[in-house]
């Protein structure tokens, strides 16, 4: 996942650990030095608009199909982050980033995650155009 400001630059995520994260928690998962690479807009690859939080295969098929790609071909390593309690990470909005699944039901991966918009930038969600809220 990548996050879309307009202007692009103007955000940046910070995730702080309420915990230590342990391995198969779901750990979070980036793409260290990624966040160069050119950014993929659902209007400029032809993906359809997720409408109502639905039909999500047009995003698959299209945006997180060519992120995988180029992933691969930029030889960028998966990295799991498992941090310990009080870790903060801040990253850049274009930095490639998700959760892992989890594969120990009985472990949490507990945190507060905030997306930091600066001042006057747009929010918007690209895969439903629909503008975000900022409050302030």
Not at 7 to 22: I, R
Not at 24 to 29: A, C, Q
Not at 55 to 79: N, Q
Request: charged letters at 25%; a neutral charge; proline letters at 5%.
């Amino acid at each position: 996942m990548r996050l879309t400001p307009f202007p692009a630059g103007y955000m940046c995520g910070a995730w702080v650990a309420l915990e230590d994260v342990k391995d198969g928690s779901g750990e979070l998962v980036v793409y260290p030095k990624n966040h160069r690479l050119p950014r993929i807009y659902r209007n400029t690859v032809g993906c359809p608009v997720v409408k109502d939080g639905q039909d999500w295969e047009g995003l698959e098929a299209t945006i997180i199909d060519r992120w995988r790609s180029m992933m691969t071909e930029g030889d960028f390593e998966k990295f799991l982050y498992r941090p310990k309690i009080g870790t903060v990470l801040i990253w850049y909005e274009n930095l490639t980033h998700g959760g892992s699944k989890r594969i120990d039901e009985s472990l949490s991966r507990r945190s507060i995650v905030s997306h930091c918009f600066a001042d006057g930038a747009a929010v918007f969600f690209d895969s439903s155009g629909m503008p975000g809220i900022v409050s302030g």
